[in-house]
T-cell receptor, first 116, second 112 residues
Framework: GAGVSQSPSNKVTEKGKDVELRCDPI?????LYWYRQSLGQGLEFLIY????????KSGLPSDRFSAERTGGSVSTLTIQRTQQEDSAVYLC??????????????FGSGTRLTVV | KQEVTQIPAALSVPEGENLVLNCSFT??????LQWFRQDPGKGLTSLLL?????REQTSGRLNASLDKSSGRSTLYIAASQPGDSATYLC???????????FGGGTRLMVKP
């Protein structure tokens, strides 16, 4: 598609439930990031996928968070046993990385997660 | 630690003013630097991308400069308009790790 697509755009879930957030990157983009942004806060790095390399999971806040990227394209971020502090906007971005430099990143519109 | 800092955190100007937003980074070994705009409750919109070999990029009323040796970038907005009101974010990709590192943003308000 023309841009990075995220779904759902809004999600309200009960505390303790699992949720899945989806990101469709721009076709051909090799790099994919997940960030989250809590209300009034900056962007917090979660996880980074680059081609077929092992993902950089160093930003995941707990073992309740996991992500996968199937076939080098679509990515799913899963949050198990959601807590109220997980409420935030989850943003996905993708880019094409060349040999010597990286093209700019394109962000999706985000998924607003509310845990009640 | 590779960090990105933006000053000021908030800025309010009257319509028509020219203004400069500042971004500083701790490590000069960068791949590129990207400026984004974020409207309340929305995602990030890319404004300008500067590769490490470039010194500036221009788009319309926006001009971004890059000085790697001093670890600084500026975003210049000419003839500001109320529609420019948003949060402006600076992000750097360092050579190591390729992780996009964001500054805290500058919240801009342009008053009619």
């Amino acid at each position: 598609g023309a841009g990075v697509s995220q779904s759902p755009s809004n999600k309200v879930t009960e505390k303790g439930k699992d949720v899945e957030l989806r990101c469709d990157p721009i076709s051909g983009h090799t790099a994919l990031y997940w960030y989250r942004q809590s209300l009034g806060q900056g962007l917090e790095f979660l996880i980074y996928f680059q081609g077929n390399s092992a993902p950089d999971k160093s930003g995941l806040p707990s073992d309740r968070f996991s992500a996968e990227r199937t076939g080098g394209s679509v990515s799913t971020l899963t949050i198990q046993r959601t807590q109220q502090e997980d409420s935030a906007v989850y943003l996905c971005a993708s880019s094409f990385t060349g040999n010597s430099y990286t093209y700019g990143y394109t962000f999706g519109s985000g998924t607003r997660l509310t845990v009640v | 630690k590779q960090e990105v800092t933006q000053i000021p955190a908030a800025l309010s100007v009257p319509e028509g003013e020219n203004l400069v937003l500042n971004c500083s980074f701790t490590d000069s070994a960068i791949y590129n630097l990207q400026w984004f705009r974020q409207d309340p409750g929305k995602g990030l919109t890319s404004l300008l991308l500067i590769q490490s070999s470039q010194r500036e990029q221009t788009s319309g009323r926006l001009n971004a400069s890059l000085d790697k040796s001093s670890g600084r970038s500026t975003l210049y907005i000419a003839a500001s308009q109320p529609g420019d009101s948003a949060t402006y974010l600076c992000a750097v990709i360092y050579n190591a790790g390729n992780m996009l590192t964001f500054g805290g943003g500058t919240r801009l308000m342009v008053k009619p």
